[in-house]
């Protein structure tokens, strides 16, 4: 039934919004749960009721966004194929540029070699370089760190423009590790070391076992993207670590 003064065409197009939004919430699931997971699942985790979420499914299939896997579904390669041109907005092919230089970190290392970007309250991880042998690190391209908890997120919040960090840090900060900075004063005053010294590390603070040590890759109007190199806290170089990554920022910097 028509509210007074609504049009039908009103009606039809608030209708519409609805399922764009339901259709997207079922998409956004698989970004923390899949690869592949059932009507049920999805349906619970999005908020909605499984029926719109067969009903949803089946619009998301014929538009080749997901696909059937068994009993389940899963992201197709088109959604791959668009997630990939997201990298068209950083300046010149970021990743391509930092490519070989991760490489070669990472082969004069032997640690694992990172590039991340900050977006809201997280650093998100747009590459990664490791081999057979390199320590077992919780990330992987497309994850998220809270920015707090990482070296990474720290350089780049460090020589972000102030109220990007005054925003983070105004929240309530995220906690992975027992070590994590999650008091704003604390997390400040190691913004200031992190911006005399080019380098911000992260000692077990977003996991156990693990230490890294990060660098901003800078342009003219602040920070791109961040570079770090993990391993073993324990195992740790932390001085070279700190110069060679630094040179690795400094040469993709010029290489953009």
């Given at each position: 039934m028509l509210n007074a003064g609504d049009a039908p065409g009103e009606q039809v197009a608030g209708?519409?919004?609805?399922?764009?939004?339901?259709?997207?919430?079922?998409?956004?699931?698989?970004?923390?749960?899949?690869?592949?997971?059932?009507?049920?699942?999805i349906a619970r985790e999005a908020g909605v009721a499984k029926s719109t979420a067969f009903r949803l499914l089946g619009l998301l299939e014929e538009a080749g966004l997901v696909e059937r896997d068994g009993s389940g579904y899963r992201l197709s390669w088109r959604m791959f194929e668009m997630g990939s041109s997201v990298q068209r907005r950083w300046p010149s092919g970021l990743r391509e540029v930092a490519a070989p230089w991760m490489t070669e970190l990472f082969v004069t290392s032997g640690l694992v070699v990172h590039l991340a970007v900050l977006d809201?309250?997280?650093?998100?991880?747009?590459?990664?370089?490791?081999?057979?042998?390199s320590v077992r690190t919780p990330t992987a391209v497309g994850s998220r760190v809270p920015a707090n908890c990482s070296g990474l997120g720290k350089a780049l919040l460090a020589f972000s423009d102030l109220p990007?960090?005054?925003?983070?840090?105004?929240?309530?900060?995220?906690?992975?590790t027992?070590?994590?900075?999650?008091?704003?004063?604390?997390l400040g005053r190691e913004l200031k070391r992190v911006l005399v010294e080019g380098v911000a590390v992260d000692r077990e603070e977003a996991a156990l076992g693990l230490g890294c040590v990060a660098a901003p890759i800078l342009s003219s109007s602040g920070p791109i993207a961040g570079v770090s190199v993990a391993g073993p806290v324990q195992r740790m170089d932390w001085a070279a670590a700190a110069h060679a990554v630094r040179d690795t920022a400094r040469r993709i910097a010029e290489g953009l």
């Open positions: 209708g519409a919004t609805a399922s764009v939004t339901k259709a997207l919430r079922l998409l956004d699931v698989f970004r923390s749960r899949g690869p592949t997971l059932g009507v049920s699942e809201g309250p997280d650093v998100l991880y747009i590459e990664k370089v490791s081999g057979p042998r990007a960090a005054r925003g983070i840090m105004g929240g309530a900060l995220s906690r992975r027992p070590y994590s900075l999650t008091e704003p004063g604390r």
